[in-house]
């Protein structure tokens, strides 16, 4: 099956955040590639992976980066496929860099930002899934069974200091 969700990230460093989308988007069913994508350090690549994203299928791209994170804003420039960004929690500056690099787009080409680091690249799979399932029964079926299990974990282990 060719991919639905196209997931990226600026280097191969941030893939310790990163595989939380992934392994999401494995948990929910959702058809995706895995590849490194630099605007900084391979534009070209960059360039040519937007620009066809519409044309290959890609319904979602989840694009993680750090720092001065262009990647998401950049993609979004050449494809009309919604792109969700990742700040990467940066060293320097906790990853403060990376969401404001990520979230202050101009008007008239959106991002959507998520947290910085895990938890943030967790919900962009989970996002990314959701906007498949308004077609998708399967994926549908397999997000609410999430839900109820994300739901029923809690209401079974109410009092944290008991395993
Ligand atoms: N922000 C970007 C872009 C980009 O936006 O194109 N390319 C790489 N990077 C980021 O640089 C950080 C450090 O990368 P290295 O660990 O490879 O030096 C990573 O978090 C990456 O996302």
Redesign the pocket.
């Known amino acids: 099956m060719s991919a639905l969700v196209g997931v990226i990230?600026?280097?191969?460093?941030?893939w310790p955040t990163m595989k939380n989308a992934v392994n999401i988007l494995k948990k929910l069913g959702v058809s995706h590639e895995v590849k490194v994508?630099?605007?900084?350090?391979t534009p070209d690549l960059?360039f040519n992976y937007a620009s066809s994203a519409l044309e290959r299928g890609l319904k979602v791209i989840i694009a993680?980066?750090?720092?001065?994170?262009?990647?998401?804003g950049?993609v979004a420039a050449k494809t009309i496929v919604p792109v969700l960004g990742v700040p990467?929690q940066?060293c320097a500056l906790s990853g403060q860099d990376?969401l404001l690099?990520i979230a202050q787009m101009p008007s008239g080409i959106p991002v959507g930002t998520l947290a910085i680091g895990e938890s943030g690249a967790k919900n962009a799979g989970i996002l990314a899934a959701q906007i498949i399932a308004n077609y998708d029964d399967t994926i549908k079926t397999k997000i609410l069974t999430f839900r109820t299990q994300q739901t029923q974990e809690i209401l079974d282990h109410p009092n944290p200091s008991i395993k």
């Not at 994508?37 to 350090?41: E, F, G, L, P, T």
């Not at 993680?64 to 998401?72: D, R, S």
């Open positions: 990230m600026g280097s191969k460093s941030d994508i630099s605007a900084h350090r960059m993680g980066a750090g720092g001065a994170a262009h990647l998401p950049m990467i940066s990376s690099s």
